[in-house]
């Protein structure tokens, strides 16, 4: 059923991406509708891409609308554009899955002088948008640019439980003294959405705190689209006569619906904040061997196998165990850092990326240059070299059975 579901959204991406181009010169303060894509059968419970258990109907119908607008479709008349890097959540996030990961791959760009990082703003970075609604919208890579990189998309299952850790438990994380020259910080940011400052936990550099801000962050950098908390459009490198020639649709883009009081980002977010983290998969013995291994090896310094959830006024995120396998903390990763400042995460710093669901991947790290777990485990470096060494010398019966501990988690 997911499969065809996916064919389906697949076929609607490609048909309105024919169509992006066909919109009129002059900029419109109506949006047009999304290409609205329903929520189709919930599989067997327990699968990549159900709701949390337990939601009650109010909860499940918000998870579908939510869904549904995750997969829906937008065109240069909706809002999309003129720069940007896909038409829907799901054309990125759909492996295996909504929700899930892909093997595309973005990239960010910018100029280092003297070990200090300039995300050339005023030319449209730190993220180049792949794709326009018209040719001379088109971004490109800077000639000035002396550091460019590439990052995954990350999968989505579970961030609610994530969104539901104190602050103050990651804080703690970050304090406690570590091994083999380990530190690990929390990333401090302000949180577009409510204005405080909070832990943050999402992206790759820890850059946002909260799934409303990561929803609207996506929404106007990876979409284009404005909305509420980014009201200010990405001009094409940064080119203010290129943005005004190529916007059709007058901003903010995203628009609080008055029946319902939201907006799409909101519906996202609720998508995001029930949906369900991976399904485990029963521990064999030769796993169980492997999550001793995991722990001798150095590698829970960092991916921390449990972490709880504080009160919550939904059932199914209070109070919780979240089994996701990181400390949510910022590293020096040495050479593994993507060499981009984002954020307070500095150019060698990456957060510690979340292992359940390992299984359901196809490419592996922030670049996807690993096409297997060990692979990935093998171009560790900086605060994780000692770990990554103790891997690299077990003898092969232990790699295979810590390796499959990790794709059972």
């Given at each position: ?7 389906t ?13 066909s ?9 047009a ?7 189709g ?40 554009g003129?720069?940007?890097n ?10 295996p ?29 730190s ?30 299952f ?20 570590k ?7 929390a990333?401090?940011v302000?949180?577009v ?8 936990r999402f ?6 705190a ?6 609207g962050?996506?929404y ?30 007058a ?15 909101d519906r ?26 995991f ?19 939904i ?8 089994a996701?396998?990181s400390?949510?903390l ?26 359940w ?53």
């Amino acid at each position: 059923m997911k499969a065809t579901l996916r064919t389906t959204l697949a076929t609607v991406a490609v048909a309105t991406l024919s169509a992006i181009t066909s919109v009129s010169e002059a900029q419109s303060d109506e949006r047009a509708p999304r290409a609205r894509v329903p929520a189709g059968p919930l599989g067997p419970n327990g699968d990549f891409g159900d709701p949390l258990p337990g939601l009650d109907d109010v909860l499940t119908a918000a998870f579908n609308d939510g869904l549904s607008e995750f997969q829906s479709v937008d065109t240069a008349a909706s809002g999309l554009g003129p720069a940007f890097n896909n038409n829907s959540c799901v054309a990125c996030h759909s492996s295996p899955a909504p929700g899930g990961d892909s093997n595309i791959l973005e990239t960010r760009f910018g100029h280092v002088d003297n070990g200090r990082f300039d995300p050339m703003i005023e030319l449209g970075g730190s993220l180049l948008q792949q794709s326009a609604i018209r040719p001379q919208c088109q971004e490109f890579v800077p000639a000035t640019a002396n550091v460019t990189a590439r990052r995954k998309t990350t999968p989505l299952f579970g961030l609610g439980l994530i969104e539901a850790i104190p602050d103050d438990t990651i804080k703690a994380l970050a304090a406690r003294s570590k091994p083999d020259g380990v530190s690990g910080r929390a990333s401090s940011v302000v949180d577009v959405a409510s204005g405080q400052t909070l832990v943050g936990r999402f992206g790759w550099k820890a850059q946002q705190a909260t799934l409303l801000a990561f929803s609207g962050d996506a929404y106007v950098n990876e979409m284009g689209i404005t909305n509420r908390l980014f009201p200010a459009e990405n001009a094409p490198n940064g080119s203010a006569a290129l943005l005004a020639n190529c916007d059709s649709v007058a901003d903010p883009e995203d628009r609080t619906d008055p029946a319902t009081g939201k907006a799409d980002i909101d519906r996202f977010t609720d998508f995001m904040r029930l949906l369900a983290p991976p399904p485990r998969l029963p521990m064999t013995p030769s796993a169980l061997a492997g999550a001793l291994t995991f722990r001798q090896s150095g590698c829970s310094s960092c991916h921390t196998p449990i972490l709880l959830t504080g009160p919550s006024s939904i059932a199914a995120l209070d109070r919780k165990i979240v089994a996701l396998f990181s400390d949510l903390l910022l590293h020096d990763m040495g050479s593994l850092g993507d060499g981009i400042a984002q954020g307070t995460a500095g150019m060698t710093e990456m957060k510690t990326p979340p292992l359940w669901g390992l299984r359901s991947r196809q490419t592996y790290l922030h670049d996807g240059r690993a096409s297997t777990v060990d692979m990935a485990i093998r171009a560790h470096d900086g605060e994780a070299s000692a770990a990554r060494d103790r891997y690299s010398n077990l003898q092969h019966g232990d790699q295979m059975n810590l390796l499959e501990f990790l794709g059972r988690i």
